[in-house]
């Protein structure tokens, strides 16, 4: 930087070196954003009433009772059963006619009024029936979960084979594949990154409707917890299972991520060419 | 004579100028069948089945008919969609303010996000009975479901929409003098606005999920107690016809959402054609 450039800066008054500026730490804003609420709670929550409000130390307290009684690991285990029943078989079930709908027309039109027509209606509004038709037990969870998941995953794998390209498929053929051949090494390769998005989304609505249906039945799992303990006043506990299902659910979401990438990384290549 | 050349070259490649009829190129023909053949072997069966289980689809249109007829569905319907346009509208007004405020400041960006990526991250039908112990059975705690059900997406996309307002129209405005107030809704509110479009359709569907939960739970009034009022009674038709309300509501709410997008967002389409 020569004088005159030196000049220039001091008279429109830049400095080279900035002062101090806030936005130059937000780790650090951020962190101190979180300290100061778990403060304020900690403060505020214990003057309010304990059956409406709990304070952070306290819900460390009953974090601790609950996995100590062993209470709390054996109804998330009991939850996540039904979830990971439920899931799979939806996985299954939706890949399956997704498929079957994006290659065969006859499928698709058969199956279609039916598909968009369940897609549309908000699967909560299913639980009584389903709950009329299941009873209290497992299996009335499993079809919530099911139901659940069961769409954005058909839905996805519908879409993600209508885009494989019909070249690829005509090459296929030239080179004498097999309908299965067909199927194994090129459709499903080629609309796995649409399969996975669409397992992505079911990984978080199954966990919503797993949630819902165990609210609803009242007798097991992590739903039922947040009813009893919600009934019981117990504001402490209720907020265990709460983030318990909050981590539960990033971290399903983040797992299904890396899947997609190891599964899929072709997809990353793509969008770099 | 090139007529009659190409008429004989198509035939013998066996080429069909006119093929013949086919049904895949009716596919609304196949999809009525479908549809035609479902109905009539439910009718069949569930007239066989305990009706305290399955119902038919007469029965369903009588129960239809009756519920329309004495005004409740209606009623309720109505009930129903006062929450969720309260809810909804509070949740844009919050949702967009806060998210122009979080995508234009990166100091308050940094203050809110920890707190909107915990929120958002935990599955809002946990909180409910939490809730309901704060707000009651009534027409609040349905109103304040929603909310949180709607609010997440609007927010986050309206911050990721003002993030992408390009700096050089900024700049623009900025060298013609623009205040700060022009700027936001001259530049960066019009420039977010496909963004938010895009929030809100996605809220939408939530929105009404988050309704249906509430009223299920409280089960005092809107059509989710209506769902659990017959669930209860074992009134398999009624509850039908109330979930068949909620299907077209849903298809009727998403159809009238991606309407208003392509209103609201007119230039997002001219502007690909443009590039």
Sequence with gaps: ?273 | MAVSLDEQLIQELALRREQRWSLYDHPNLIRAGSVMIFLILWEFYGRRVDPLLLTYPTAVAWAAVQLIWSGELIRQLLVSLGSLAAGFGASLLLGVGLGVAMGRSRLAEAILDPHVNALYATPQVALIPLLMMWFGLGFGVKVVVIFLFVFFPILINTVSGVKNVSASMVEVGRAYLASERQILFKVVFPAAVPFIMAGVRLAVGRGLVGMIVAELFTAITGLGAMLTLYGNLFETARMFVVIIVLGLLGIGLIQATQMLERRMARWKETERAVN
């Design chain 1, 1 to 273: 930087m020569n004088a005159l450039e030196e000049q220039a800066l001091a008279e429109i008054s830049l400095s080279p070196s900035k002062g101090f500026r806030v936005t130059d730490y937000l780790g650090l804003l951020r962190a101190s954003s979180v300290i100061l609420l778990l403060i304020v709670w900690e403060v505020f929550g214990r003057d309010v009433n304990p059956l409406f409000l709990s304070y952070p130390t306290a819900i460390a307290r009953a974090c601790v009772q609950l996995l100590i009684s062993g209470e709390f690991q054996r109804q998330a285990l009991g939850s996540l059963e039904v979830y990971a029943v439920g899931l799979v078989s939806s996985l299954v079930l939706g890949i399956f006619l997704g498929l079957l709908m994006g290659r065969y027309r006859l499928a698709e039109y058969l199956l279609d009024p039916y598909v968009y027509a369940l897609d549309a209606t908000p699967r909560v509004a299913l639980i009584p029936l389903l709950l009329l038709w299941f009873g209290l037990g497992a299996p009335a969870k499993i079809a919530i979960v099911f139901l659940s998941g069961l769409f954005p995953v058909l839905m996805n794998t519908f879409s993600g084979v209508r885009t494989v390209s019909a070249s690829l498929v005509d090459i296929g053929r030239v080179y004498g594949a097999g309908e299965a051949k067909i199927f194994t090494k090129i459709i499903v390769p080629a609309a796995l990154p649409f399969i996975m998005a669409g397992v992505r989304l079911a990984v978080g609505r199954a966990l919503i409707g797993i949630i819902t249906a165990e609210m609803f039945t009242a007798v097991t799992g992590m739903g039922a917890l947040l009813i009893r303990y919600s009934s019981a006043f117990a504001t402490d506990k209720f907020f265990v299972p709460v983030i318990f299902l909050a981590l539960l659910g990033v971290i399903l979401s983040r797992a299904v991520e890396l899947l997609q990438r190891r599964l899929a990384p072709w997809k990353e290549t793509e969008g770099a060419l």
